[in-house]
């Protein structure tokens, strides 16, 4: 009768954790061990318990009832306890040897290739990560333990975000489907991938939630992470209010580091000495530097960890006394995090000469986008062959600008942008035909302040920016009879050389007047594929797009600034995202968007994953307007004229409708 009373205990204690009900599952937890009447399920009572306490905070307990256990799973719950105290490096040899075990049974072995899989993902090791859960999915599964499988799944979508694939880690998030109110840290890692999308508003949704149902369940250690997680994302998002108010609900030195990065950033001088003193280094380390310190950081550039050690060749250059030194600094630093904006930022300030200051503005926006890919000033000017370029950035609050002329580089400071009002002159011509005086001198003033220091040759011109995304470059008059292409960076321009492939698809959307009347017109011109009215799904148009040459949405375009995965065309069955198009394998080589300010954001996300060009609106725009102008478009592209040229010619016949080439 004892064991079943304890098997009843024992299989209620898991149930309850993993419900997430952590204070019920302890009570229950040590009703079983008291219950236990043998050696093996006081061993097993024990350790549920011992996960069961430190997930509540109480580690020093944990580690008592581990050390009671004198068999393989003791070891194997040791090493997740490191993996979930945050110390990977450790945990790894510790989490092998249990897996190497022929003692530890198959359940135990899945566990700790779940934390293997964590703690390689914490380390960089991604497709380690990746490959060790995928081994304890198939585990599970051959279990029948479905659930815990499920969240094999959920860990490799986690897995994908830690390695910068945010569609992927959403993909997978949704198919393990993991029940929010049982384990809301599922919540946590939704809201960071948001975070990383650009969605603050959703993200802090999420994690206001994961707050309240970790806390319910008395997840002290899981509600604290959720808190601070929102508050960094908030204090990089210049929101000191949200930051400061995530920090006040837990009782961390790391969220007392976190209010002082928040007083420090709106200017107030904050003793941090004994805050740095009290947290985990990397934490520390960050807030010296914050408080303009970086003689207590330096000496981190010699430490074993890649953060700390970045970190410290960063003070390092914040000390040099010579732009040369700041430089070697930064450029030691990058070897140790490739995705240090900060460090590729302060090596752009301290360059001087134009190829320097081009290459490290290239430097600046790989460490943004997460990329490894630098082109060197050499191959910009070898693929621009008889062209211009320009790559606009900001410095010191203006706006400056590398030219290429003739193979030669010049930096020019132009000073401060405000692009508001010839985007307001402008979407009054493109969508009403008025205003065109008041257009006119708009877009005279921009072009004074733009090229006035520049003597640009009337050939192609290749444009680089982020900042000056909105510009409706075609109709500036400096710019007006010369074939354009922009770009985000000289990476992104280089990736789309190629030829474009034969094939068409042709889509239009819902609501858009004049938009089936366009797709039809341009299918019967060129042939290949045509999807309208209820035709144009979701499905449908995704699987037209994979290998397409040439791809052509007239629809609406609904924007997220700041978060092109979740910029959307909508279409007959809803919204098609940017992190639909970026989980397809083969992306059209070449992408027009019929649709008003598709030029804002979406073009990214089609030239991060394999599109060369991409044509699109910087201004909102009357549908009955465009029509012309893509027909002329596709006309010239089908004989042959590349898409500066092409586009270049169209809109000399229909202007004022701020269509620009992204890519080549």
Request: proline share 5%; aromatic share 4%.
């Amino acid at each position: 009768m004892a064991a079943v009373t304890w098997k009843a205990l024992q299989t209620s204690a898991v149930a309850l954790h993993e419900d997430g009900k952590t204070r019920e599952a302890r009570r229950v937890a040590e009703a079983a061990l008291i219950a236990a009447s043998t050696d093996d399920e006081r061993s097993e009572s024990r350790l549920t318990l011992a996960w069961v306490r430190h997930q509540l905070g109480d580690p020093a307990a944990s580690a008592h009832l581990v050390s009671q256990v004198q068999d393989p799973r003791a070891g194997c719950l040791a090493a997740l306890l490191l993996c979930h105290d945050g110390e990977h490096a450790a945990a790894i040899p510790a989490l092998e040897l249990a897996i190497a075990d022929p003692r530890l049974d198959l359940r135990w072995q899945a566990n700790a290739l779940v934390g293997l899989g964590v703690s390689a993902a914490f380390l960089q090791r991604f497709t380690e990560a990746d490959d060790a859960l995928e081994r304890a999915y198939q585990i599970y599964r051959g279990l029948g333990e479905l659930e815990r499988a499920a969240t094999c799944k959920h860990n490799q979508g986690f897995v994908a975000a830690e390695a910068g694939d945010l569609p992927r880690a959403l993909e997978l998030y949704d198919t393990a489907a993991i029940d929010e109110t049982r384990r809301p840290e599922v919540l946590v890692d939704r809201a960071k991938a948001l975070l990383d999308g650009g969605l603050l508003q959703e993200a802090g949704v999420a994690l206001t939630r994961a707050g309240r149902l970790l806390g319910a369940a008395g997840r002290g250690p899981a509600y604290a992470d959720a808190m601070l997680t929102y508050g960094w994302y908030c204090l990089r998002a210049g929101d000191l209010v949200a930051a400061r108010s995530a920090a006040s609900r837990v009782d961390l030195p790391e969220a007392r580091a976190l209010d002082a990065h928040a007083r420090i950033s709106a200017g107030e001088e904050v003793d941090i000495a004994d805050i740095a003193e009290a947290c985990e280094p990397v934490v520390a380390v960050r807030l010296r530097l914050a408080a303009g310190k970086p003689e207590l950081v330096a000496t981190e550039r010699f430490s074993p960890n890649h953060l700390l050690r970045s970190l410290g060749w960063l003070a390092q250059a914040r000390l040099a006394t010579t732009r040369g030194a700041a430089l070697a600094a930064c450029r030691a630093g990058l070897k140790s995090d490739p995705r240090s904006v900060e460090l590729a930022r302060t090596g752009r300030e301290a360059a001087t000469s134009p190829r320097a200051v081009f290459a490290w503005v290239e430097r600046e926006r790989a460490a943004s986008d997460g990329t490894g890919r630098v082109p060197t000033p050499a191959e910009v000017v070898e693929a621009l062959g008889g062209a211009s370029l320009l790559n606009f950035y900001i410095h010191n609050g203006h706006t400056s600008a590398v030219a290429i002329v003739d193979r030669r580089f010049a930096v020019h400071d132009l000073g401060r942008i405000d692009l508001a009002a010839v985007r307001a002159a402008m979407t009054l011509v493109a969508t009403t035909g008025r205003g065109h005086d008041a257009a006119s001198h708009a877009l005279r003033d921009l072009d004074g302040q733009l090229f006035s220091k520049i003597d640009l040759p009337p050939r192609p011109l290749v444009i680089l920016t982020r900042h000056l995304h909105q510009t409706p470059w075609s109709a500036l008059p400096s710019l007006s009879t010369i074939p354009v292409t922009t770009a985000p960076s000289a990476a992104h321009w280089l990736a789309a050389e190629g030829a474009i492939p034969a094939g068409h698809v042709w889509v239009a959307g819902p609501r858009l007047e004049h938009a089936e009347d366009e797709a039809r017109a341009l299918h019967r011109a060129h042939g290949g594929v045509l999807l309208t009215g209820e035709e144009a799904t979701v499905d449908a148009v995704l699987a037209a797009l994979a290998g397409a040459g040439t791809a052509h949405i007239a629809a609406h375009c609904v924007h997220r600034p700041g978060a092109p995965l979740f910029s959307a065309l909508e279409l007959a069955d809803g919204p098609l995202f940017g992190h639909h198009v970026a989980r397809l394998d083969r992306p059209p080589a070449r992408v027009v968007l019929s649709a008003c300010e598709s030029a804002l954001d979406l073009p990214q996300v089609f030239l991060d994953h394999g599109t060369r060009s991409v044509i699109a609106s910087t201004l909102p725009v009357a549908d009955e307007r465009v029509s012309d102008l893509v027909i002329d478009l596709h006309a010239r592209l089908a004989l042959g004229a590349d898409a500066g040229a092409a586009l270049a010619g169209a809109q000399a016949g229909h202007p004022g409708l701020g269509f620009v080439v992204i890519g080549r």
